[in-house]
T-cell receptor, first 116, second 114 residues
Framework: AQSVTQLGSHVSVSEGALVLLRCNYS??????LFWYVQYPNQGLQLLLK??????LVKGINGFEAEFKKSETSFHLTKPSAHMSDAAEYFC??????????????FGKGTHLIIQP | DAGVTQSPTHLIKTRGQHVTLRCSPI?????VSWYQQVLGQGPQFIFQ???????GRGNFPDRFSARQFPNYSSELNVNALLLGDSALYLC?????????????FGPGTRLLVL
């Protein structure tokens, strides 16, 4: 069984500061990993995904994440926060051995607050 | 191109009633998945359908059922509604439903059970 832990239900940073959102996973096989963003009253939008190619993955809106197998982590970063980054962020895993039939397993989410 | 669409956007029901939620996938996508997102939590997987067949099911009671139509649209049905079924129900589509694929989410249907 897979699980995802997102440390920090709320993260607050100043505009222009580094954004770091943490995600650790538990999986019996190397998983596929995803970061989604959810704005208020909207669905989820993919930021980036790791599919066992490059360990450093670049996504949309200046976000990137690094897959670290030894730490079972896939933390999301952005060098300089913008007010428009304020949203809920979800880390999710997908089990390759299940062929996709098990869907995505999501973490509980991290609410990112940007202070002016 | 249109994204994933869901209807209705909001719904209010009372305990014991039945509800049907609808989803249209992105054109060309043959797989649809359903998720339940309770307030303050991450989405939880309910079903995956591919080519009108159920391929996967999460840990949800039999009150939850779904089906996929020949045009790849899908319905989620919930019987005997409970207060705890109040949530945002998200539909996601992908090409064929493989684990490596990106799932594209619709805006969701917000269900309130009174």
């Amino acid at each position: 069984a897979q699980s995802v832990t997102q440390l920090g239900s709320h993260v607050s940073v100043s505009e222009g500061a580094l954004v770091l959102l943490r995600c650790n996973y538990s999986s019996s096989v190397p998983p596929y990993l995803f970061w989604y963003v959810q704005y208020p009253n909207q669905g989820l939008q993919l930021l980036l995904k790791y599919t066992s190619a490059a360990t450093l993955v670049k996504g949309i809106n200046g976000f990137e994440a690094e897959f670290k197998k030894s730490e079972t982590s896939f933390h999301l970063t952005k060098p300089s926060a913008h007010m428009s980054d304020a949203a809920e962020y979800f880390c999710a895993v997908s089990d390759p051995s299940g062929g996709g039939a098990d869907g995505l397993t999501f973490g509980k989410g991290t609410h990112l607050i940007i202070q002016p | 191109d249109a994204g994933v669409t869901q209807s209705p956007t909001h719904l209010i029901k009372t305990r014991g009633q039945h509800v049907t939620l609808r989803c249209s996938p992105i054109s060309g996508h043959k797989s649809v998945s359903w998720y339940q997102q309770v307030l303050g939590q991450g989405p939880q997987f309910i079903f995956q359908y591919y080519e009108k067949e159920e391929r996967g099911r999460g840990n949800f009671p039999d009150r939850f059922s779904a089906r996929q139509f020949p045009n790849y649209s899908s319905e989620l049905n919930v019987n005997a509604l409970l207060l705890g079924d109040s949530a945002l129900y998200l539909c996601a589509s992908s090409l064929v439903g493989l684990a490596i694929e990106t799932q594209y989410f619709g805006p969701g249907t917000r269900l309130l059970v009174l």
